[in-house]
Every structure is written in C-alpha cells, then in structure tokens.
C-alpha cells in the first residue's frame, strides 16, 4: 500500500492511498480538527481522474466542519472518497485495504456511510479501524442516519415556518418534497402526521405510487415540481438544483430541505433573498445524522434520547442564522458562515 501526502492549503491532512493488491485507490481529507476528530461519510464514485475526487472530497470536507461547527457536534471536518464502480469493484479486501489507509490516519479522521457505502462494506472497513461509526444498531453503533436527518429537518422548517409565516406550525402548510428516498420519504411522512399538506416528486415513478397508495400524499412529475404553487420546497434528492435557471420558477415562500449543496452558487441565496424567499442553508438543517452520529462517540456510547434532544438545537442555529441575516442584512448561507466561523475561532481560542 503506497500512501501519498498531498499538500493542500488551510486543510490540515490530505492524502491519496493506492494499494495494488485489492485495487483501492483512495482520498482523505481533513479539512479541520479545531473543534475534535475529523467526521464525515465515505463515498464510492467512478470518479473520471484523482483531480476530480480530490476536488469532491476537499468541498465535503470542509462542508463536514462548517456543518459540525453549528451543529455543536464536538467534531471536525473530513470526508473520504474511493475511485471506482461501486457495481463492480466492491470486495472485502477493498474495504479492508481502506480500513488501514484510515488507521493511518490516527484516530484524526473517523468515518461513516455516504453515497454507495452501506454498513455491510463499513464492517469490512472497521475489521481493520475502530475509527468506524454508523454501523449497525445491535452492534451498539447509531445505525442509519437518515430517519434523524429528516426528524432535524420537520425541526428546522419550524423555525423557518415561524419566521416566514410567523408561526411554528406545520399544519395546513402545503410543503413539495423533491426526491421521496431514505430521507424524503421518512420527512413526507413526517410532516402528514404533522399535518401539514404533502405533494411529492421523485425521478422513481415506482417509489412514488407506493407513497402515494400508502400514505395518501399527492404526486407531481418530477419536470413540474418547482412550478407548484407552495409554502415550503424541500429538495431532498440531489445538489445544486437552485440555480439561474430553476430560481424564476420557484413558487415557494420558504426553501427548507435536506438535500447537500443545494445552491449551484453561494451568490444565489442572494438572489432568493432578493425574491423574498428564505433560504434554511442545508448544511444547517440536514444535521440530524451527524448529531445522531456523534452521540455515539461521547463516553458511554449511543443513546437515542440524547440523539433526539440534540437535534432540537437544530430549531435555535436556524433561529439565529436567520436572525444574524435579519440584523446584518446578509443572505442566510453568510449568515451560517458566520456561525459556523464564530465557533470554529472559539475552538482555536480555547
Ligand atoms: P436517497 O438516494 O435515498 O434518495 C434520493 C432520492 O432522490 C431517490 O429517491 C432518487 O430517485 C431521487 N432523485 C435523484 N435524482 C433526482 C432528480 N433529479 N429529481 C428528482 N428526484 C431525484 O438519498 P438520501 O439519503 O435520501 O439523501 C437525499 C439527499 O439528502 C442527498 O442530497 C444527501 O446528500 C442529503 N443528505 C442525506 C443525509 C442522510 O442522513 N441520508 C444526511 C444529510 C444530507
């Protein structure tokens, strides 16, 4: 296994790992450990060179700490990426060979599921590393991070129902869901018991009518969702999908969903501010896995009450980003950046 380091400015460790005999070819980065152990998933994509997984792994990395910093999870920010086909390269030696580039690592990088991992491969993985966590609930571990990640964001949408609407309450809202999967799905049915009125839309027509016989949401074609006439918009499928061309379509009063990187450009939370839309920055209101997650690491291991208690503060950091924009005049995501840069200058202070 060849492990090389690659200098990156204001990341504390990057490296990339190649070991011949399983086929792995790996990154790793630590963008931050100022405020603890750097957090974040493991994704698996056909990335078309290493330039372009090591430009994915240092955005999410340093996405993960911003998003741990308001979270107030006591963890930094990392993310590791594993160049190939998921479909086909897949083997327990791959995951084992990964589990001693994260060793490597010292404990200053822990790891989780993202994109095409699921637990079975982080078990191959934590053969190797302890520095292992989402595994499987009756191994002790937090399990499956998405019922919690959808839990934050019915939490963090009452915050910004109350600053839109100037009330908490859900119900009687109209709310579009974009992308009905682990997370969309379990929010849909959320915010129903919630009452609140649901229209879902999903590129997977199957997943769609199941919801829809199950729970009775009503269901609009994926290439018309944005033109739905709602209260809240809640992209749950992909990023980047608020952009130059889908903002003039909008027809909501508040964006509040769980989706990564929902802006194609931060300059666009500008233009939604403008257009008098509040924008509820993702990396603020999809934290409930993360909080989930971390409770698993503090002393005395996973504790789902905790875990639930926690992501309420979901409802207060959405609170007062909204309140750094009100009295700075400041979008919403420079709002968070703030936040997030006020504890993180804490974390060096202290
Ligand atoms: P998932 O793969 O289970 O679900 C995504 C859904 O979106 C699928 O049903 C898919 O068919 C649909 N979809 C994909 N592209 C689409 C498109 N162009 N238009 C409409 N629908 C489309 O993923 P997930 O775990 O539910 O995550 C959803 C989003 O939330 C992702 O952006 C993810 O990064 C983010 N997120 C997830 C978690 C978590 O705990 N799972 C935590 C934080 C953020």
């Not at 090591?54 to 006591?74: C, E, H, N, P």
């Not at 918009?233 to 909008?250: D, E, F, K, Q, V």
């Not at 508040?254 to 839309?277: D, M, P, Y």
Request: with cysteine; charged share 25%; glycine share 12%.
């Amino acid at each position: 296994m060849q492990i090389t380091e690659i200098p990156v400015d204001g990341y504390e460790r990057v490296a990339s790992c190649r070991d011949e005999a399983s086929g792995l070819h790996a990154l790793i980065a630590v963008h931050s450990t100022v405020l603890g152990p750097a957090l974040g998933g493991m994704r698996m994509l056909p990335y078309a060179s290493e330039e372009e997984a090591l430009v994915d792994v240092r955005r999410l990395s340093k996405g993960m700490t911003y998003k741990s910093a308001v979270a107030d999870t006591g963890l930094g920010g990392g993310k590791s990426v594993i160049i190939g086909d998921s479909k086909t390269m897949k083997c327990p030696e791959l995951f084992q060979a990964m589990g001693d580039f994260i060793e490597a690592f010292e404990g200053k990088y822990i790891t989780a599921e993202d994109m095409n991992i699921g637990i079975g491969d982080l078990e191959a993985v934590s053969s190797r590393t302890g520095w292992v966590t989402g595994l499987s609930r009756e191994s002790g571990s937090s399990g499956n991070p998405s019922p919690y990640t959808a839990h934050g964001c019915v939490v963090g949408m009452r915050a910004a129902a109350e600053e839109a609407f100037g009330s908490q309450d859900l119900s009687g809202k109209h709310i579009v869901i974009q992308g009905v999967g682990a997370v969309g799905g379990q929010l849909a049915i959320l915010l129903k018991e919630r009452g609140a009125q649901v229209t879902i839309s999903d590129i997977n027509a199957e997943r769609v009518e199941q919801l829809c016989s199950e729970h009775g949401f009503t269901a609009v074609d994926d290439e018309d969702h944005l033109e739905v006439e709602c209260d809240i918009y809640a992209p749950c499928a992909r990023g980047a999908g608020i952009n130059l061309s889908t903002i003039p379509r909008l027809h909501c009063k508040v964006i509040a969903g769980c989706a990564n990187n929902q802006l194609l450009e931060f300059e666009h939370a500008e233009i939604l501010r403008e257009k008098g839309i509040l924008y509820a920055p993702d990396y603020v209101i999809n934290a409930g896995g993360i909080i989930n997650v971390s409770i698993e690491l503090l002393d005395g291991g996973y504790d789902e009450v905790a875990a639930m208690a926690k992501i309420e503060n979901i409802y207060i950091n959405l609170k007062r980003v909204f309140e750094i924009s009100r009295e700075e005049g400041v979008p919403t995501n420079v709002a968070a950046l703030r936040l997030a840069e006020q504890r993180l200058a804490q974390g060096r202070a202290d």
